[in-house]
């Protein structure tokens, strides 16, 4: 997998997770169960982690030189 690639795939995964992160939010609204709640929290903060270790890995994939 050449670098443009991982960046794709690394740009997308980075997509789903802030769509999870999105539905997390939206299901914590509507939740009024404490356990519920806290179960969220817990899958929002997993979600945040993997975004974090996404951004660190997308920062160490070298740029391709745009072709002119």
Do not use: C, F, W
């Amino acid at each position: 997998m050449d670098s443009k690639e991982l960046r794709r795939l690394l740009h997308d995964l980075n997509n789903a997770l802030n769509a999870a992160k999105i539905h997390a939010y939206l299901l914590r609204q509507d939740s009024h169960d404490p356990k519920l709640a806290e179960t969220i929290d817990g899958l929002d903060a997993a979600v945040e982690s993997a975004r974090v270790l996404i951004a660190n890995a997308y920062e160490k994939v070298p740029r391709e030189p745009e072709n002119k």
